[in-house]
């Protein structure tokens, strides 16, 4: 039912001929160097994220503690107990 390496081969095979090989080298190439600058990306953020919660280990609380909630009451309800 699924693809056999056969059709695989006859796929690769009209790629090639479309394309060249000079055409798929170059897009290779560029795929590469793309998923490789995401991956660079991913851990220089990881790092970035370590060393600021090493450095600052309470800077979620201390911003929690900070944090100001603007409101103004219009009316005020009788409480029943």
Known sequence: ?????????????????????????????????????????MREEEKNDKEEQAAAPESLEHKEAERIIEGEVTRKENEKA
């Open 1 to 41: 039912m699924g693809i056999s390496i056969w059709q695989l081969l006859i796929i690769l095979l009209i790629v090639v001929l479309l394309f060249g090989t000079k055409k798929l080298r170059s897009i290779g190439k560029d795929m590469g160097g793309a998923v490789k600058g995401f991956r660079d990306a």
